[in-house]
């Protein structure tokens, strides 16, 4: 798929087929994440492949905000080392990731940005580096409709030169 096309299709997607993902698929998707420009390059991610049906399910039960992680052939948690610019620099290894792996067919959503620390001893995770998101990955349950999306136009949220100038 074509970059601007994975982009303008992509979708959340929470119901996953059990469908197992091919090993190059994954490989194409951590490589995704891997190759990210960072910021000074300090590649402050470190992504942990899960495949394991006990742990995906574990995770669906501690990811408060994702408990369909547990139903996903796949899931990589996303945790960072200390870098003023982790968050910044692991959201677009995440997003590159998750178009990664739409482009193959292969649909996912982000699950945390908060509140996973209790799945961190599942992952083996060390107490002085955080977890910022777990994406499960997976071949969507049901059909979904590819561009459909609501957003506000873009003279709404683009401007010319100046905030509030319309960019046309």
């Known amino acids: 798929m074509e970059t601007f096309e994975a982009i303008r299709t992509i979708l959340s997607v929470r119901a ?6 091919p090993d ?8 995704a994440g891997r190759l990210t420009a960072s910021s000074q390059n300090g590649q402050p991610w470190r992504f942990i492949v899960v495949r394991e049906p006990g ?3 574990q995770l669906g039960a501690l990811a ?3 408990p369909y992680i547990a139903q996903a052939p796949l899931a990589i948690a996303i945790a960072t080392v200390e870098s003023r610019f982790a968050v910044s620099d692991a959201s677009r290894a995440i997003q590159s990731m998750m178009l990664a792996a739409w482009s193959q067919g292969v649909a996912s959503n982000w699950v945390g940005f908060h509140g996973l620390d209790a799945a961190k001893p599942v992952l083996g995770i060390p107490t002085d580096v955080d977890l910022l998101a777990i994406v499960p990955f997976g071949y969507p349950a ?3 409709g590819k561009g459909a999306k609501k957003r506000l136009p873009l003279g709404e949220v683009a401007f010319s030169e100046r905030y ?4 046309e």
Do not use: A, F
């Open 16 to 21: 996953y087929r059990d469908t197992p993902i």
């Open 24 to 31: 190059e698929t994954i490989h194409q998707i951590v490589e």
């Open 55 to 57: 742990t995906l399910r």
């Open 64 to 66: 408060r905000s994702g």
């Open 142 to 144: 049901t059909p979904v």
């Open 164 to 167: 509030g100038q319309p960019y």
